[in-house]
């Protein structure tokens, strides 16, 4: 689900938690040793699953490492994605370590240069997270800001990527790297749309570098669940159609399937007040069906995945002598360190499910409790991003080159069970709203999607007896109103969603990307972390990621 970065839906605002019919006791709490992370087990709940851990490469450290501060001194780049999660957290990097970094030219989809400039200003300038940037600057900040951020009007998904000739010809000679971080990230993704951004966008975006005259890197940011696999090992090897996807497949006779779709649909809308009820359209829901299919046919769980699988194969088949990185990050989370702890944008990946129970208390969740939850904070995707274009950017990528940034190579990864214990206990201490009196229930996770379907139902009964009779009414009392059994198909549908990533067990080959931190100088390692197995977990969830995540949601009902 980066992505994959295992991402909600776009109205994921709520989740689930769950049952296995065997109760799960709190997870004690990791102990810190000097060789690994190592665990207690609990009563119950924790076994060791018997996955081998990806061995790392180990290098000799050099005293100048690979030189990114030299490096970032002068260059531009272009950046697609600017204002999304992992995009601005990146651009606040290179403005902070850098400060003497030349323009970054941001695509804007947006009408007019008014629009772009007041966007730009609105959803970066003005953000929080610059809120270092502004403290070094002072008063000067705004004009340091607009002497640095050059927004392109234009749009990824459209021809030429919407840009006109004259600015692109402008602008083409000035660019050294160009980031690629745009993507629709929605799990359940009309089919269409999804094609569009994710397949078509980085063939758009090839034939601009072609264009552009000084290029020394193109750098793709796609997800590490790329491959469809779940299971085993996944290589850092690049996608190819004929070669690790299958010859049958033909990108172009999918995007003619979706413009088909798209067009014998349209008009097939819903009135606008069901949709304020939370029904779809037909169309959409049509859209969203067919790309799952589609998926599904090839291999792949999701639309989010499956296109960006054929964007990766587009890259590698269209690319020449271009010298080309790909970034597969895991799902993204919540800042580590920088540029301080805990910085969100939207409520996305494990949000929903653990406010599922910590929101709606609704204790049940679909999934295994020892799958694999292999998760990255957005600063280290951020600085490994930097860290390879440093790397690279002197031109010597003969072949493609990836990189996965995650965190479950090591000896003991994350298991989805533990971050809901990590969050049961942080949301028992300290409650989403002030107003919430009723202690949570443990998440209970359940292996079926009937069983998981039928726990959720009795709890949103319970919920409604409890709200108009109290607790003493009688089970008997069944029919659950129009609101609950909208809320119980929003809690299956997002279920049926993550329901490949909850039972998830593959692990992620980090040679490249081990390789790379042991080329880095200990100023470097210092300056642009990003190895996952330091991360104390426990630490994380509860006194970062948990505390960001709430500010997040209350920041959204202010706004």
């Given amino acids: 689900m980066a992505t994959t970065n295992l991402i909600a839906t776009s109205n994921a605002v709520r989740f689930f938690s769950s049952f296995s019919g065997k109760p799960n006791y709190f997870l004690s709490r990791r102990l810190s040793q000097t060789t690994h992370r190592g665990r207690v087990q609990t009563s119950c709940c924790y076994r060791e699953m018997p996955l081998k851990a990806v061995k790392p490469v180990v290098m000799p450290e050099t005293s100048d490492g690979i030189g990114i501060v030299r490096f970032l001194r002068g260059k531009s780049y272009f ?140 750098l793709h940011v796609s997800t590490a669940f790329v491959t469809g696999k779940r299971e085993g090992t996944v290589l850092e090897t690049p996608l190819c159609i004929g070669k690790n996807i299958t010859s049958e497949l033909k990108i172009e006779n999918e995007v003619k399937l979706a413009s088909e779709a798209a067009r014998k649909f349209h008009g097939s809308e819903k009135s606008k007040k069901l949709k304020e009820l939370g029904y779809e359209s037909e169309r959409l829901k049509k859209l969203k069906e067919l790309g799952y299919e589609r998926a599904q046919s090839y291999g792949w769980e999701k639309a989010y995945t499956f296109t960006k699988a054929m964007g990766e194969s587009i890259i590698y088949s269209k690319r020449g002598d271009m010298p080309v990185v790909i970034i597969r990050p895991s799902c993204i989370e919540s800042s580590y360190k920088e540029p301080f702890p805990g910085w969100l944008q939207g409520i996305r990946m494990t949000a929903p499910l653990i406010l599922g129970n910590g929101k709606d208390q609704i204790p049940d969740l679909l999934g295994d409790y020892q799958s694999s939850c292999d998760v990255i904070p957005v600063d280290m995707v951020a ?17 493609v080159k990836v990189y996965n940034i995650t965190s479950t190579s090591h000896a003991h990864p994350l298991r989805m069970g533990e971050i809901m214990d990590f969050s049961y206990q942080h949301l028992c201490d300290s409650p989403l709203t002030e107003t919430t009196t009723k202690v949570l229930e443990r998440m209970k996770f359940h292996s079926s999607l009937e069983e998981f379907t039928s726990s959720v139902s009795k709890a949103i009964r319970k919920q409604e007896r409890a709200m108009k009779n109290g607790e003493e009414e009688a089970e008997s009392h069944t029919t659950l109103s129009m609101k609950g059994k909208r809320k119980l198909k929003y809690f299956v549908s ?66």
């Fill in 383 to 399: 600085n490994a991003i930097i860290s390879v274009m440093a790397k690279h950017s002197c031109g010597n990528v003969p072949e």
């Fill in 79 to 218: 950046v697609t994605g600017a204002t999304g999660f992992l995009g601005k957290v990146l651009i606040e990097k290179l403005l902070r370590a850098s400060p003497e970094i030349g323009k970054i030219f941001i695509l804007l989809k947006s009408k007019d240069e008014e629009s772009a400039n007041k966007r730009l200003y609105d959803e970066i300038i003005s953000s929080d997270l610059f809120k270092l940037l502004k403290q070094m600057h002072g008063s000067s900040y705004e004009a340091f800001m607009k002497s640095k951020l050059i927004p392109v009007i234009g749009d990824i998904g459209e021809e030429n990527l919407g840009i006109d000739s004259e600015t692109a010809d402008k602008i083409s000679g000035e660019i050294d790297v160009i980031i690629n971080s745009a993507g629709r990230t929605t799990f359940d993704d009309r089919y269409d749309a999804a094609l569009s951004v994710n397949a078509l966008g980085p063939d758009r975006l090839l034939s601009f570098a072609k264009e552009c005259k000084k290029l020394k890197l193109f």
């Fill in 494 to 559: 997002l279920a049926k969603t993550y329901q490949p990533y909850m039972f998830f067990q593959a692990r992620f080959d980090e040679t490249n990307t081990r390789s790379l931190i042991h080329e880095l100088s200990m100023e470097e390692r210092q300056m642009f972390d990003f190895d996952g197995s330091c991360i104390d977990w426990e630490h994380y969830f509860i006194n970062i990621h948990l505390p960001g995540l709430k500010r997040e949601l209350f920041r959204q009902r202010s706004s």
